[in-house]
């Protein structure tokens, strides 16, 4: 505990040593109530939101539960039946396609706007409006939007196609070009990683474009050697957080393959059109949805959790670990 | 734009050096260039906008029809929207959620950003990367033990239980708001300490107002959160009565209620969209400052 300016302030050179040595004390203890009680909320909200349910998850994977009775050990049986669980393997495969082809393209998309619109001298407060604007669109609303807007039969996209002599293809109604519909929908509302790029390509200090200019680079060199160098950090900011949001992706998958499906199908019974069409669209989250909440297996469900929860923790270890290579720090971060 | 004198600068200075025509030249096209795939590309994104205006105004059969123009443009379809579903029920149950929310967020998160940005005191690197862990953890890790929990205390089936976590400190707004405490020049902070300021009323006077935009921020993206969330809300009140369910919930079962056409649907889409969009021009500043603020200083 270091003092603050306040105690040392405070008569502490005119006081006999001992009641310097009490006044002290009293002010540690209550600096160190007034930390207390500012984090009090937090405090009880990670004990009880986080804490908890972290050590429950892992407790609960080894049981059967299934929220009436009791919860029974059964030890690894969970995780043995994920080798033989035959969604579990779709799933895993579906969002790992997610954080190996969506999120580099979310990447790479939203960078390449951004250094589209810094290059644009006249209108960039109009194409900043119109490419963030997506990214405010409530997700089910999009999603909505999207499936209809790319139905095969008569979605404008399809005819549109069509009088170009092109044959559209099912878009969310197949599964080869279901999860390619869905990161169109995604690379549409990129909204907030192309402003997160943009305020850092319009930070790169002017000085470094010009005296690569003189070294007679060509504009790919600067965008390389320059550009991308400096703005590293953001890069692998928006890497870590599209590959979080990768892991949760949820919201998008579960509308559109309720919706494509067509059934006439209360919240209820999703297992219908589970990841339709053919389970290409079962994304980890929400199959763990299903079997947690709709089939009401919460132990396996928790074991899904906990396996989640290591994937998490790892890739995004492995990405900072990494990250120590390629990410250059400008001089005053460090 | 600061960036703009600096180029006029350096462009005057070139041509007094008598730039070749051919540069010039290229530099033209360059640009011409430049704007055109900007504009392009600017078409794309707002092409799903132009089509779901268009679709909410045909007719049923026409929105099955590959007619891209509405004739006859049906503007009752908007009437219509809110006689199929309790449209305005959900409003009102998002707006309780959103509100209810923001107020426990911005009131629980304010005190621990200022714990962890400017008071002194040991562990305050480890409470906030226990910040930065919880902000990073996906929500499905935790779902399951808090989910029995919820239910044992008897509040699934309401909206109570998205609502209550955030009374508690909301990750993300301590991050955001850490941040932005960290800039604020510590003369101010002695100068209310020298005074005799208390640590709470420093936090109330002095930096709650020197704050505002990144509490404004703050505020906003929670109330977007909450007016977007799904995963959620699904969980706690998907199952339940329809008029529990928030206005994300309501659209993503809109069609299903009572087989609604595309037209419909569409009307619908769009007047969620709406309120989002409006707050956006309203608050455009707020955005691309607080979202910066994310990405840049973090």
Known sequence: MSATPATRTTFVGALPAADRRRAKARAAWRRRGVVAAFLSP????????????????VYLSFTHFDNLSAPRWIGLANYRYMFHDPMIGVAVRNSLWLMAFAVPLYVLSAFGIAVLVARVKTGSGFFRTVFYLPALAPPVAATLGFVYILNPANGPINVILAHLGIQGPLWFQSPEWSKPSLVLLGIWGIGNL??????????????????????????????????????SP?????????????????????????????????AGDITVNLGFPQGSTLFYPILLYNDGFRAFAMGYASAMAVLLFIAAFAVTAIILVNSRRWVHYGGAVR | MTTAPVTMESQAALARRKVPWTVRRRRLLLSVAD?????AVALMFLLPFVFIVLTSLMTARQSLSPDIWPNPIRWRNYVDVFLTAPLLRWTANTMVYCGLATLGLLLSSIPVAYALSRLRWRGRQVAFLIVLATMMLPQQVTVVPLYVMWSKLGLVGTLWPVILVTWFGDAFSIFLLRQFFLTIPQEYIDAARVDGCGEFRILTTVVLRLAKPAIAAVALFSVLYCFNDYFLPLLYVGQGDVNTWPVSIGLSQFRNLHQVQWNLTMAATLLVMLPVIVIFFLAQKVFVEGITLTGVKG
Request: negative net charge; charged residues 10%; glycine residues 4%.
């Open chain 1, 194 to 231: 192309f402003i997160i790029f943009l305020a850092a390509v319009l930070d790169v200090p002017k000085h470094l474009y010009e005296s690569a200019e003189l070294d007679g680079t060509n504009a790919l060199q600067r965008l390389r050697y320059v550009t991308l160098p400096t703005i």
């Open chain 1, 42 to 57: 937090w405090l009880v909200g990670v004990t009880v939101f986080f804490g908890y349910p972290l050590v429950m998850s």
């Open chain 2, 35 to 39: 704007h055109s795939v900007a504009i």
């Open chain 1, 234 to 266: 953001v890069i692998l900011f928006s890497i870590v957080i599209s590959i979080i949001a990768a892991m949760q992706y949820f919201t998008q998958a579960y509308v559109a393959a309720n919706i494509a499906s067509g059934q006439a199908s209360q």
